[in-house]
C-alpha cells in the first residue's frame, strides 16, 4: 500500500519558526515531524510514499533522500513556490500513487496512531480518522455514525488528517489549487465515507504553542 504525506503547506501560523526551514522539519523530542510518520509509516510495512512539498521543499528532499534509510522508497511532488492545498497537491501527485487506495497523512500532525491498523481497502470512497475535538477546534468537522462519517448532525468529531482515499474520489476533478473537504463532504452526501475514532495521542501542530505541548508531552512520556 502507498502513501501520501501533505508536506506542501507555507507554515504562516508558525513563524518566526518557519522562516528559512519547512514546517515538515520543525522538531519534537529532536526529530522532525516528518521523520516520525516516514518511520511510523514503515513500521506499518509501507514502502513506496510520497512527499508532496512547495516553499523550500528542497530541504526536505535533501534531509530525507531516496528513504532508503527508512526502509522504503520516497518520491516527490514538488509544487513550485505556491502550495496546490490539500485536494489539489493529491491530485497532482495521483500519477505517483497509482490506482489502488493509498493513505494520507497530513504531515503538521504528531500522533502515535498505528498506520497498520488502516483499511487496504475502504467500504467507499474514503475512510477517516477522527479525534475528540481538540481546545482550539471544538465544534469539529464531522459526525461519526457508526462506521459512517456524515457531514451534518451535531455530536461532531474532528479529522485527524490520516484517511485512506480511492483515485476515484478526485476522477471529477480537473487539476489546479482546491481544498479536500468539498470532495470528501459530496462524498459523504453518497454515503462513501467511513471512518473510526481514535482516542490516543494526537496533536495539531498549527501554532508555536502546540509544537511546545507536543514537545513536552513527547519528553514527558518516555
Not at 47 to 66: C, K, P, S, T, W
Not at 163 to 191: H, I
Request: a negative charge; hydrophobic letters at 40%; charged letters at 20%.
Amino acid at each position: 500500500m502507498k502513501a501520501i504525506i501533505l508536506a506542501a503547506g507555507k507554515g504562516e501560523r508558525m513563524q518566526p519558526l518557519t522562516r528559512r526551514v519547512p514546517k515538515p522539519l520543525l522538531t519534537i523530542a529532536g526529530k522532525p515531524l516528518l521523520q516520525y510518520h516516514i518511520e511510523a509509516l514503515a513500521a506499518a510495512g509501507v514502502r513506496e510514499l510520497v512527499i508532496n512539498h512547495a516553499l523550500m521543499g528542497e530541504q526536505i528532499e535533501d534531509y530525507f533522500g531516496d528513504g532508503a534509510s527508512y526502509n522504503l522508497h520516497i518520491r516527490y511532488s514538488a509544487e513550485g513556490d505556491e502550495p496546490l492545498e490539500t485536494g489539489g497537491g493529491i491530485q497532482h501527485a495521483l500519477p505517483l500513487l497509482g490506482v489502488s487506495p493509498f493513505i494520507v497523512v497530513n504531515a503538521d500532525v504528531w500522533t502515535d496512531y498505528d498506520f497498520s491498523r488502516l483499511p487496504a481497502e475502504p467500504e467507499g470512497l474514503a475512510h477517516l480518522i477522527l479525534v475528540n475535538n481538540p481546545a482550539h477546534h471544538p465544534t469539529g468537522d464531522f459526525q461519526l455514525r457508526g462506521k459512517k462519517v456524515e457531514n451534518t448532525g451535531e455530536q461532531r468529531l474532528t479529522y485527524s488528517g490520516i484517511g485512506v482515499y480511492r483515485p476515484a474520489l478526485f476522477a471529477n476533478r480537473e487539476g489546479g489549487t482546491f481544498p479536500l473537504a468539498p470532495l470528501l463532504r459530496l462524498a459523504m452526501e453518497q454515503g462513501q465515507v467511513s471512518g473510526e475514532l481514535y482516542t490516543g495521542v494526537w496533536f495539531d501542530i498549527g501554532t508555536p504553542d502546540r509544537l511546545r505541548d507536543a514537545e513536552y508531552k513527547a519528553l514527558n512520556s518516555k
